[in-house]
């Protein structure tokens, strides 16, 4: 199977079916870190030393997503940025939800 981080997202229709909860378990083990699934969506929260450094992760982060054209909610505050996501068109956690959380994962190890 193809690393998570070297997928891209692609455009998912109305109607196009959620994940299902294995599929889903077995993803988000794939993307480690310290994401989880709550209330629906795929979310995390990274802590940073200061405001500075957590503005500029939403900035990294912002770009992975205009690149993936896949957008999560992200909420900066001083210390710490609050990333979820899920998948609009189809009412859930879709496949996107994960390569781009991979990909944010990536950035934070960075």
Not at 11 to 29: E, N, Q, S, V, Y
Not at 76 to 95: D, F, N, Q
Not at 96 to 104: G, M, Q, T, V
């Amino acid at each position: 199977m193809t690393a998570l981080t070297d997928r891209t997202c692609k455009p998912l229709p109305r109607g196009t079916p959620a994940l299902d909860p294995a599929t889903t378990k077995t993803l988000l083990r794939e993307v480690g870190g310290a994401w989880a699934v709550r209330d629906g969506k795929l979310t995390t929260t990274v802590t940073f030393p200061d405001f500075a450094r957590a503005l500029a992760f939403t900035n990294v982060v912002g770009a992975l997503a205009e690149a993936e054209e896949h957008h999560p909610d992200i909420h900066l505050a001083w210390g710490k940025v609050r990333i979820e996501l899920w998948t609009h068109s189809v009412g859930g956690l879709s496949e996107n939800d994960f390569i781009l959380a991979a990909k944010i994962q990536k950035a934070t190890a960075a």
